[in-house]
């Protein structure tokens, strides 16, 4: 396996004030990545080993995601994941049993939008059948994120329920209701991955081992190997690993997992799979040492990935348009939300003689992404065909329209000619859907992107606002007791650096001179309260700003 350098140490945390508290020295690993996603390995007395990566959910340049194996046996190295994906860093998920072929997972996974696992509900311990609801960590499309106990009242994304409380469940008394809290529907979540028990919840730590079920699972409560997420209050996903089983590191138990997560500042936090099924990946490689001596297959990953670069091309195109048009009577207005532009329009299914048809109207001859937007609900078609008109041949996509509504949903990539022979076509040829008394196919919008080279500008244009300066985040960050703040000048300006609180009150001021053009450093000790604060540096009329964690 490869391993990646790390620096000295920087960050001491001492976890919890038991007698099993930990003392973790932390340090920085250098490993090329965005500033956004910082990478640490720490030790403490035991000996342990852990590494976590600090990411700010909100970068626009990555995506925060959960994976499912693509595989045929249904699982995957998370090192095999990562590559695929290019992710920055990513760890293993939820639980499975790795005995069935495929792989059977037992936890939540929710990806890009898509169910492609649902959290275990039941389960029984020595005859006795336990409702079960167990920790799940969700991510939104505003990368806002959230953890909570998970229900299902049927097998779709729409039917996931969350709740502040898991089931009252006892070891040898199953609890005699089978909900808990208050629960509402899951919405607007795009990636989650399940697992528990939970470690932290509002800022206290809450294992809630017995309520969830593991007694008898094989998950114990001493030290082991363990994987873990958590979200703090400013916006930061935690992922962590540790190392166990081994006389090089002993592991964490969950009570010390979830000090630790307490400690990295997490204000909710779930535990994942762990055990030899605990991998810690960045840029591909395996940072942390697998208790079975190897990495093992998973069923399920969470990662963060760089953002696709943006397309050089965009078009939609909707059903209120004149690019729209349709070939026979019966297509009707849903009476559903959700939309795109005008209201989507239905049909009941049939022979195929209905048609409702897009002419896609591209530039020019290029290769294209093709999205599809529609109104799901359950009577809708699980095979509507979208016949593709590209190149002279004809494609047909079917598309599963009780699920994925409210969002662009690809249908595949194909180089259109930039003549009227390019074209999409919805017809009524679908099957029913079980249950429903009348199932229909949908036409709302098409979104057309572009990343050919077709597309390309023919000249750079020139800087409108060229920099003045650079400013570096703040490295270590985390710290304690000191950082440093590296600045670069490209002209000789004012320059004003200045540190924050979240009320934007001054703390301190660094630099506030004349400098001329040159790199700088500046480091500060400060002697005020743990936390979140930023630094502000003004030169030239343009203004930057970085976030600084004093954790002691």
Known sequence: ?????????????????????????????????PSSVEIYAGTAPGPVRAW??????????????????????GKELVSTIASATQAHVAINAGYFDGGTNPAVSYSLVIADSTLRSRQVTSLTRNSQVYGVYRAAFGVRRDRSTETGWIGHNGTTLADIIRFNAPISNANGTPASATTAGTGAAWTGIVDAV????????????????????????????????????GRTSDGRIILFVVDGRSTQSV???LAELAQTMLSLGCVDAVNLDGGGSSAFVVNGAVMNAPSDGVERQVASAFAVLPAPRPPLFEKT???????????????????NPGSFGAAARLHPIGTGLSRAAFRLGVPKAATYDLHAWWVASTNRAKDAPFMVFSSGKVDTVRVDQTVRGGQWNLLGSYVFTGTDADSVVVTDAASPTAGQATTYVVADGLRLTSRDAAFAPTHVAPDAMPRTFELEQNFPNPFNPTTTFRFTLTSRTHVRLRILDLLGREVVRLVDEERSAGSYHVTWSPRVASGLYLCEMTAGGRMDVVRAVLAR
């Open 194 to 229: 399940g697992g528990g028990p939970s470690l932290v919840k509002n800022g206290v730590v809450n294992v809630t081992y017995d309520q969830e079920v593991f007694f008898g699972s094989g998950v114990g409560t001493s030290a082991d190997p363990r994987t873990a997420i």
């Open 52 to 73: 976590y990566a600090s990411v700010w959910a909100n970068d626009t340049l990555i995506i925060p995601r959960a994976l499912a194996s693509t595989d045929a046996d």
């Open 1 to 33: 396996m490869k391993r990646l350098s790390t620096s000295l140490a920087l960050l001491v945390l001492t976890i919890g004030t038991s007698a099993t508290a930990q003392t973790f020295i932390w340090s920085r690993v250098n490993a090329p990545l």
């Open 251 to 253: 592991g964490l138990s």
């Open 317 to 335: 195109i909707d059903t209120g348009g004149q690019e729209y048009r349709e070939d026979a009577a019966g297509w009707s207005a849903t009476g």
